[in-house]
């Protein structure tokens, strides 16, 4: 939940036209943010799946992300065409914080509080 506050914070420093260096920072935060939140979704995925399907598993996590990313470029780009570049960038910066608050929230409300329960192979 902390990774995508920290890509809709940095999303709207880049879409808000505040200066150069705070665009540069701001795109290497977003990018390190996205890195760790796709490297923690798959490691959640990859320790909480039996060892027998984790290859059927993680391809499908593999085409939503990059199936989903093709979908949502078209989105995104009706957006900026409706409302515009800043506006799109503040709403999907909305849409990731709605996300973090709603996994810090799920993540509470899990018995094992938020972690994810260890794959159990199907001989156990």
Do not use: C, D, K
Request: positive net charge; glycine residues 12%.
């Amino acid at each position: 939940a902390p990774l995508l506050l920290v890509q809709a914070v940095t999303l709207a420093v880049l879409v808000v036209p505040i200066g150069l260096w705070a665009s540069v920072v701001a795109a290497f935060l977003y990018g390190a943010a996205f890195m760790g939140t796709g490297n923690r979704a798959l490691t959640g995925i990859q320790e909480s799946v039996a060892p027998e399907v984790l290859g059927r598993v993680s391809a499908v996590w593999v085409m939503l992300v990059v199936g989903g990313r093709a979908i949502f470029a078209g989105l995104e780009g009706w957006l900026v065409a409706t409302i515009g570049v800043v506006w799109s960038g503040l709403v999907i910066a909305g849409i990731l914080v709605v996300a973090s608050v709603w996994f810090w929230f799920a993540r509470r409300t899990l018995p094992s509080g938020g972690r994810m329960a260890p794959a159990v192979s199907p001989e156990h």
